[in-house]
């Protein structure tokens, strides 16, 4: 058995509302980020951050959470990309500490 | 470019029969749970904790993972509150570290 | 409330398309992992490590992705039994700490 190297990245689980896929994935593409997974027809619910109380998700929205291992010097760019969308829209990005085998596969 | 705040909270993953939905989403709610995602259609397989061979899951069961973004405070309680269904009944929960940009979309 | 005493695991997110499960769940099985999830029908993108540029996924393949909470003994046997998999197919395993309550369901 070898030994593995692994190589520590950031996750980010970005759940939104399915019909805004392709302005969050065409976001992740021109900041770099080299792959996403989408797990599709999830449901939720959830207050909103600025009008609390209100519902974000209905039981029956279509939500969508894209999966992206990206390098942490892009943390901060996509973060700042999708505030002013997530201050118009309802969903959330939740930002993780992963490790990989092959980092070639994330870095630009 | 702004910095970006980002804001440590738990992130819990319960996993467990889609026919107990409701049980898990109203125990979340009475312990003040401001939103939850849920990915559905899930397979798997596992044995069970207490009576360790036996199988947990069926390759052929419908199973759940309810997504929960919760302040650190609130783990204890929720594990607390699900430990007599997990004793009864297949399933487990997974507790980890995550980073959010909004906290007030978290807190009650 | 009683307070829970949590384990710490490792978190496998292994992510190929759908048509190698079996392959992947008999990888699992041999090296001893009690159980793990499946979820099926996701989508992605991404560039293949080996071959920098080219599509790992289309959009349309049939992903799944496999989560399984294992000893952390068990992460570079895993890894490496996965190796010679992912030198030939395309596909990623994320690895991350995860906590939970009940360490018999995850122990040999």
Known sequence: MNAIKL???KKLEIILAGEHKEFATDLLDRAGVKGYTIVGNLSGKG???LYGGHLMFN???VLIMIIAAVP???VDP???GFQPFFDAHSGVIFVSDIQVGRLAKFMA
Do not use: A, F, T, V
């Open 78 to 80: 996509l973060l700042d």
């Open 47 to 49: 207050s909103h951050g």
């Open 59 to 61: 039981e029956d929205d």
């Open 7 to 9: 190589h520590p990245l």
């Open 72 to 74: 942490q010097s892009l």
